[in-house]
């Protein structure tokens, strides 16, 4: 909270928040905070700033960044200013930051501003809020405000309003008879009035703004995928517009109500309604909208009293929890809060019901992910090793790329790095079908020839399956495949290594003296022929001498009409890494890729990168 500048005549707070869902929370315990401080008393007088005046000033706040949030979706400036008054002697005396709009006060009040940086959202209010199903909040300000208005700013968008002190409206009561019109009125709407006989304006504004709210509600809540970021999202959408306080219950899994969400427009009394919720739940089965409750004592002021209400959480036939609001100073609320509160609570079971399907889904999905990628990569004494992936698709944590590197017994290791055409879930289906038949041919003695040739046959079969399931609609599934065998020689200290590229990108081996070459031939694609004719190259690593592999998300990335790997561009970033380690050098490939062009990645990235290490016998023996 900004700290408060006392003037001669005026002090001013000011807060910036995010742009987020917490910032009107934090705007009414900004504006709480700034009334109930000694600068108001110092400023305004003692007992200036009644409960009335606060409510409304929290009230009203609350709106206006709640508007600021939802439709300009910026980082939020409020701004609280505490005036004393003055006569018609001093009032060119106002600060020069006053609203264009506002009007000299001539006697005690507070303003209160909302300030974004979107000013070229326009403010909707009166018919035109009718037709764009905004611009409520601006209602319920013309009929609680003094007086309001909007600046607009060549970087920002601002909208204030002021409010009368105690005070002040004591002094509009007192007016003669023969006063202007305005001041009856005005004494009216503020004059204090005992709770139960008070003119109820939350069913004033149901009535005149309820089909809005559940507008913007709905447009609100359809965009959580959160049951928790639901429930927050409910009690703030409910209070302080139609209940002094709310709280949601949840179904778990057991079908056990948990308590989810307590909110409160007197944050001071969250905790303590909490305690008394939790020890006192509705009933799981809760039937008819609107089911009263008995009133917890610390919901407000002892001797308040008020209004609690149930509303079951129901959608497509099933019950998702319970809601429970109340509305302190009231016997029954109106049927209008009602129905609205009824209506509300349908959207958010059906919001509930949305996340948790997305949750559902997201938590299949990772589950199957997990098992297309190797869960660790296996250490090979005298090579360091060095992974690099990451998956295009958006919340993915497997693409059409995949790696893997394990042992085959007799101290020899095997690495594969592929890459399926395409990259939706049928793509990650072959991803996880040819890593884990590549692991069960490699430890069942086959060769990286025969490999090849069987992952092959398995593909080839796949898709003529396929194309008698799904004839001329089938989409045929191509495999790249770079896959070897290292072998580490205890003599030498490097490794020997036997290898195939079908249709990959060709590995490029960096030597000590900073040469690079293509370590294999180039052979067919993996699904395409059904009797291929692959075969083998074989290489020895010496000590210091490196191997890259990567996907044609690195080779192919673009700027432009231009890739990456022309001109040999792949092979001159790998001579630049002359020296470097293994983990080193496949970073640096990674942001050679990502700086080659300005936009952002358009395909799975996969690089592993193999470095022959010294080692000595000892540690070799020892090896699996």
């Known amino acids: 909270m900004g700290a408060l500048l006392p003037l001669s005549r005026e002090s001013v707070a000011r807060t910036t928040l995010p742009g987020s869902v917490r910032a009107p929370g934090a705007a009414r315990s900004f504006v709480r905070t700034t009334l109930a401080g ?89 018919p035109d809020s009718q037709r764009h199903g905004r611009g409520r909040g601006l209602q319920l300000i013309g009929a609680l405000a003094e007086s309001w208005g909007v600046t607009y700013h060549r970087t920002r968008k601002s909208v204030w309003f002021r409010l009368d002190t105690e005070t002040a409206s004591a002094r509009v009561d007192s007016a003669p ?153 009231v016997t029954q609320m109106t049927e209008g809060v009602v129905r609205l509160s009824d209506d509300l609570a349908r959207r958010i079971a059906q919001a509930v019901a949305t996340a948790r399907q997305y949750t559902q889904q997201a938590t299949i999905s990772r589950a199957l992910q997990r098992r297309q990628l190797p869960v660790s990569l296996a250490h090979i004494p005298g090579v360091d090793t060095a992974i690099v992936y990451e998956p295009h698709g958006e919340g993915q944590t497997v693409g059409g790329d995949f790696y893997d590197l394990f042992p085959m017994g007799g101290r020899r290791w095997c690495f594969l790095l592929g890459d399926v055409c395409g990259s939706d879930p049928e793509a990650m289906s072959v991803t996880g079908l040819a890593r884990h038949l590549v692991r069960l041919l490699a430890r069942e003695g086959h060769g990286v020839k025969s490999v090849l040739t069987r992952l092959n046959q398995a593909l080839v079969e796949e898709e003529a399956e396929a194309t008698a399931l799904g004839g001329d609609q089938a989409r045929s599934r191509f495999l790249s495949l770079l896959y070897g065998e290292l072998e580490p020689d205890p003599d030498s200290g490097g490794a020997h290594c036997v290898l195939a590229s079908a249709g990959h990108p060709l590995p490029l081996r960096l030597s000590t003296d900073g040469e690079v070459a293509p370590a294999a031939l180039p052979q067919m694609l993996l699904g395409i022929d059904d009797e291929p004719d692959f075969h083998a190259d074989s290489l020895d690593l010496a000590p210091g001498e490196t191997l890259l592999c990567v996907t044609d998300g690195v080779t192919e990335r673009r700027d432009g009409n231009r890739q990456l790997d022309d001109d040999d561009g792949l092979a001159e970033i790998l001579r630049g890494c002359a020296g470097l380690g293994a983990k080193a050098i496949a970073e640096r490939v990674r942001l050679a890729a990502h700086d080659f062009g300005t936009e952002p990645i358009d395909d799975d990235l996969a690089v592993l990168v193999l470095e022959a290490v010294p080692t000595s016998a000892q540690e070799l023996m020892r090896a699996p």
């Open 38 to 126: 000694k600068s108001a008393t110092e400023i305004l007088g003692p007992g200036a700033v009644g409960t009335r005046v606060t409510e409304d000033a929290v009230l009203l706040v609350s709106e206006l960044v709640t508007n600021a949030v939802l439709h300009a979706g910026t980082r939020v400036e409020v701004t609280c200013r505490l005036r004393a008054g003055n006569g018609p002697e001093d009032s060119d005396d106002a600060p020069a930051d006053t609203p264009a709009d506002a009007e000299p006060p001539d006697h005690p009040g507070i303003v209160i501003e909302v300030a974004d940086l979107h000013p070229a959202s326009v403010v909707l209010g009166g």
């Open 177 to 329: 008879a023969e006063a202007p019109d305005r001041a009856p009125l005005a004494a009216a709407r503020r004059t204090p009035a005992p709770p139960q006989g008070r003119r109820d304006r939350t069913a004033e504004w149901v009535d005149r703004g309820g089909s809005s709210f559940l507008a913007e509600a709905s447009e609100l809540l359809t965009g959580q995928l959160d049951e928790n970021m639901v429930a927050s999202l409910a009690g703030q959408l409910l209070v302080p517009r139609l209940a002094d306080w709310c709280a949601v219950w949840l179904n778990s899994e057991s079908g056990r109500l948990e308590l989810r969400r307590v909110w409160h427009n007197d944050e001071r009394r969250i905790e303590a309604l909490r305690a008394t919720l939790e020890r006192d739940p509705p009933p799981a089965g809760l039937g008819a909208p609107g089911t009263p409750r008995p009133w917890p004592e610390a919901a407000a002021p002892s001797g308040t009293g008020g209004s609690a209400l149930t509303f079951p959480l129901i959608a497509r036939g099933r019950g998702y929890g319970v809601l429970l609001l109340g509305r302190a100073g």
